[in-house]
């Protein structure tokens, strides 16, 4: 297995719990349980009201493309060989919306308003990368 | 509600750095040449100004960056700080700098940002740390460490997925993008000291590199050495200056989110918020303004803020833009008249105040006769930060 040069997640004491249920193939955000809002990316207060009384739960998983980019500069080096590639703001139906890859799909063929899903890809043996591939995924490069 | 200062503080001096590529100036010198200029623009003495703001470098190693400068300018500021909103920063230091000499805490103020991110002078301890590469990735790494940076984003792609959002909903079209760079390159061709200098066509900007869809390089901002200062005080101590003063008449801002996923919506941004406050304490209304220097950092960016700050309905912004006519000097309102980041000079955060220096040139009539906005008596300077995290606006004017 060729070693990931790309930048890892390092999780911290305000996302461990993200990571380990990434770990785990779901797909975590934060529930207030003092005003219910649900937010991403995660921290250990609330942005609606302040309150720490926050809840891991799991997303559908499902979203949909608000809007994509097919990078073909990439930002740095351990980038390149993926480039072109698209970079994607996906929103979840709970309201959140997350920064990803649209994979498992010629970049031509992204479109906003696509349905998506999520689909991990373990880049380390801690660290599975969240990123989304059209509902009903064709089969595409399998890059990730 | 505390005092408007709305006409009652105004730049009365600006001066410019060499800019471009400055292959043996690091940013403090650049900083020195440009206060100079101001300096001996207004006829002060630097020992007649009791405030510094700076907009920090891109080093992150020097801290208290305002400090130093003055430091190095031999003034030992009781109003001082440096400030960090990205591009936007340029125009909340000249609000900082009205509010306090409103206030009686600075009488005469020093705004003065510049950076060497061409040439990367003065950046020898950073790069001893780091590899070459390492630098460019360093910089590359914006967004949030977990959530954004592992996917591969770039500056430019926010940008992008603004206009790729701008397309969809409302049709605009490349070859309107284009048209933005064609008119801000044309303005920049007319600027002796602009970097860029040739004239391009909507078909060179569409075929010239594919950076991240659907902005080409020539969509841009360009990357250079360089920086300006301006000198702010009282309107009433303006009189016995050297120079016709120009007026500050309203100042406004409002931030988005730093973290893209956060900001609601790429394409209706808080530049309506800021602009609505700017010209609340201006009395006046894009009717009124004779050019606007909107901060230009991709080409979508214009279109949005034609929209946002009312001169034309949301959505029509790419239509206006269409066939350039509207936006080019002589024009319905001039955008960008001096070249802006596309073209004139981009050494990063400090490439807005040239926005402002432009303004200031175009209402003194300082300009080349061919890039000058004939009777150009009021205008609109905005600036824009990070991921549509931050934005601010001025109007200036002459009376
Ligand atoms: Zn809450």
């Known amino acids: 297995m060729e070693t990931y040069e790309k930048p890892i997640p390092k999780p911290d004491r305000e996302t461990r719990p993200f990571w380990e249920g990434a770990k785990q193939q779901k797909l975590l955000i934060q529930h207030c349980l003092d005003c219910g809002a649900y937010q991403f990316y995660p921290q250990a207060h609330c942005r609606g009201c302040l309150s720490d009384r926050l809840d891991w739960v799991e997303s559908k998983g499902t979203g949909c493309v608000y809007s994509y980019s097919v990078v073909h500069r990439a930002p740095s080096t351990a980038f390149d060989k993926d ?53 009903q995924g064709r089969t595409g490069s399998g890059r990730f | 509600m505390g005092k408007s200062w709305s006409g009652e503080i105004a730049i009365v001096g600006i001066g410019e750095s060499e800019i471009g590529t400055v292959p043996d100036k690091n940013p403090m010198q650049l900083h020195t040449q440009a206060a100079r200029a101001a300096l001996e623009d207004c006829g002060l003495d630097k020992g007649d100004v009791d405030g510094v703001l700076t907009g920090g470098i891109a080093n992150p190693l020097e801290l208290m960056h305002s400090v130093l400068v003055s430091e190095y300018l031999g003034i030992q500021p009781r109003f001082t700080t440096s400030m960090h909103l990205g591009g936007a920063t340029q125009i909340q230091m000249v609000i900082s700098a009205a509010n306090a000499i409103q206030a009686g805490m600075a009488e005469v103020v020093l705004i003065v940002s510049a950076d060497s991110i061409r040439s990367f002078v003065g950046y020898e301890m950073l790069l001893g740390m780091f590899s070459g590469a390492g630098v460019t990735e360093m910089f590359s790494r914006i967004g949030h460490p977990q959530f954004e940076v592992p996917y591969g984003p770039t500056l430019i792609s926010t940008y992008a997925l603004a206009a790729a959002r701008h397309m969809h909903e409302y049709g605009t079209t490349v070859e309107q993008l284009a048209q933005v760079a064609v008119t801000i390159r044309k303005h920049a061709a007319m600027h002796p000291d602009a970097q860029k200098r040739k004239e391009v066509t909507i078909d060179e900007v569409l075929s010239s590199k594919m950076i991240s869809r659907p902005l080409t390089k020539d969509m841009c901002s360009i990357i250079s050495d360089g920086g300006a200062a301006l000198i702010v005080t009282s309107a009433e101590r303006a009189r016995d200056l050297k120079k016709k003063p120009v007026l500050l008449l309203g100042g406004g801002a409002r931030t988005m989110r730093e973290r893209l996923s956060l900001v609601d919506d790429l394409i209706r941004t808080a530049a309506v918020d800021s602009g609505r406050q700017a010209y ?80 200031v040139k175009q209402l003194r009539g300082e300009v080349e006769e061919r890039r000058q906005v004939k009777g150009a008596r009021v205008g609109l300077i905005n600036g824009l930060g990070g991921h549509f995290s931050s934005h601010t606006t001025l109007i200036v004017g002459t009376e």
Request: charged letters at 25%.
């Open chain 1, 83 to 135: 480039a072109p590639y698209t970079v994607a703001l996906i929103d979840l139906p709970e309201g959140c919306r997350m920064l990803s890859n649209v994979v498992e799909v010629d970049p031509e063929e992204v479109r906003i308003g696509m349905e998506v899903e999520v689909v991990f890809g373990e880049i380390t043996p801690e660290i599975s990368l969240p990123k989304f591939r059209p509902v």
């Open chain 2, 280 to 359: 609340e304490m201006s009395g006046l209304g894009p009717k009124d303004m004779d050019f606007a220097e909107f901060y230009d950092c991709f080409s979508i960016t214009p279109i949005i803020f034609l929209e946002d700050f009312g001169f034309c309905e949301k959505g029509e912004g790419g239509k206006f833009v269409e066939g350039g006519e509207r936006i080019e000097i002589g024009g319905e309102i001039p955008i960008v008249t001096h070249g802006g980041c596309h073209a004139h000079c981009h050494p990063g955060v400090p490439s807005g105040i040239f926005h402002i220096t432009e303004a």
